[in-house]
């Protein structure tokens, strides 16, 4: 109870400081601050067998919270710089194990439940206009008020979070207002550079026009697969994002398409290396040598259907020859959704959203678990391989002018770990707090 406690003050510290200084409206800084609480629960399902990796069969109940201050500073004409400081506690459900597309977005694969403050972010932005237009930007989360180029070349130097960049939809991108899962938030097959939070050390450039956007990153990469340690060997170890994306009007109504490529190398270990061990589970950190790579590609797409809400699919692939470094074990993804605001019952900034995502392995990944290896998410000693499917609904509630939300979520995994002897279904349920200011 205590490190609750703990986050929630120094929210609250936060909160006081973004609400002082932002009522000054002035376009030199940015303060804001916000907090998450998700409270997760899981009745107890029948299985044959687990593993040290596997979901529990047992009845759980995990809570979470995160706390981020954002603050931000213009420097000069289009150059800011931003600083977030982040706590976070509790934990997932099964420490998040056990299940690709995890079920709390909030969480991260770290075993001690205690609160934590560290550096999130710190990054620096220059844009250089490529037009005389301009719009206004508004105050938000780092993001400094003023008016910025429509067409712009920029730079971002710094700590980020590379999901902020690339692979973004409007429909399902934010486990503290959106779907929950891991398979919904981003692209499941897409291994992303970062630390075991979520963040690295990267170099973006962006080249943005009101149709068009061009990206690529260059980020460092941790030393240990879903490793805190990012590896300082930047020529053996690094990953590389790039992503087009087009936006387009149909009927009036707005869409966007997003085509994404990565690649990443890293001290990574084999499946098929690991496997030629001559007795016992294979294990996966036997084979890790610099020169092993993961590669892979993603398209991204969200439609508006009426005014009052869209759809979106995802869908992903990557090589899945090594192991994965970063995010989640997924090599194969696929998720649709359709997502609707409150306007028709007089409550427009609330949401209902309601989606599918399926995961699946390589040939060789799958084999590796099923001859008893194990990776930083799953393990269960031996698999009977099946995709994973889970199916999430949700309704946001505007509490407080949209700045305090209470969301409710149902969500249903078959094949946990892409397991059919543990097949489920597993039924989780979510209450979830979010205060922004």
Request: net charge positive; glycine share 8%.
């Amino acid at each position: 109870m205590n490190q609750y406690l703990f986050s929630i003050a120094a929210s609250c510290c936060f909160t006081a400081v973004a609400q002082d200084n932002d009522s000054l409206a002035a376009r030199r800084w940015s303060w804001h601050a916000q907090t998450t609480i998700v409270n997760q629960t899981k009745p107890a399902f029948d299985v044959p067998y687990s593993g040290v990796n596997s979901l529990s069969a047992e009845k759980e109940n995990k809570t979470s919270i995160t706390t981020t201050f954002y603050a931000g500073m213009k420097l000069w004409k289009n150059a800011a710089v931003f600083v977030n400081p982040e706590i976070a506690g509790g934990s997932g459900l099964s420490q998040a194990l056990g299940i690709a597309a995890a079920t709390n977005g909030e969480t991260f694969r770290i075993g001690d439940p205690a609160p934590h403050l560290y550096l999130a972010r710190l990054y620096y932005r220059q844009l250089v206009a490529l037009t005389k237009t301009t719009q206004y930007q508004a105050n938000d989360l780092n993001q400094v008020a003023g008016d910025v180029p429509t067409k712009y070349v920029s730079l971002t130097v710094g700590k980020v979070s590379i999901a902020d960049y690339f692979d973004r939809n409007q429909y399902s991108h934010d486990p503290r207002t959106q779907f929950l899962s891991w398979g919904l938030m981003s692209n499941g097959a897409w291994d992303y550079p970062a630390n075991t939070r979520g963040y690295t050390p990267s170099v973006i450039l962006e080249w943005v026009t009101p149709k068009n956007e061009w990206r690529i990153a260059s980020s460092m990469v941790a030393t240990t697969a879903n490793g805190n340690t990012m590896n300082t060997h930047i020529t053996k170890a690094n990953s590389t994002t790039l992503e087009y994306t087009r936006h387009y009007t149909c009927s009036t109504k707005k869409g966007a398409i997003r085509l994404l490529a990565f690649y990443t190398t890293a001290n990574m270990g084999s499946y098929r290396q690991s496997m030629l061990a001559p007795s016992g589970a294979p294990s996966i950190e036997t084979s890790r040598q610099y020169g092993h790579s993961k590669y892979g590609l993603a398209i991204n797409f969200e439609q508006q259907l009426f005014k009052q809400g869209g759809l979106f699919f995802r869908g992903g692939w990557n090589d899945g020859h090594n192991e994965t470094w970063a995010f989640t074990e997924i090599d194969r993804s696929a998720s649709a959704g359709v997502f609707l605001n409150g306007e028709k019952w007089r409550r427009k900034q609330d949401g209902i959203g309601i989606a599918y995502a399926f995961s699946a392995l390589s040939s060789l990944h799958r084999d590796y678990l099923t001859m008893g290896g194990k990776g930083f998410m799953l393990g269960d000693g031996q698999l009977n391989y099946g995709g994973e499917q889970l199916a999430e609904f949700y309704y946001c509630a505007d509490l407080y002018q949209h700045q305090l939300f209470l969301t409710g979520t149902y969500q249903m995994i078959i094949n946990p770990g892409y397991n059919k002897d543990r097949k489920g279904p597993v039924h989780v349920f979510s209450v979830r707090l979010h205060l922004v200011i």
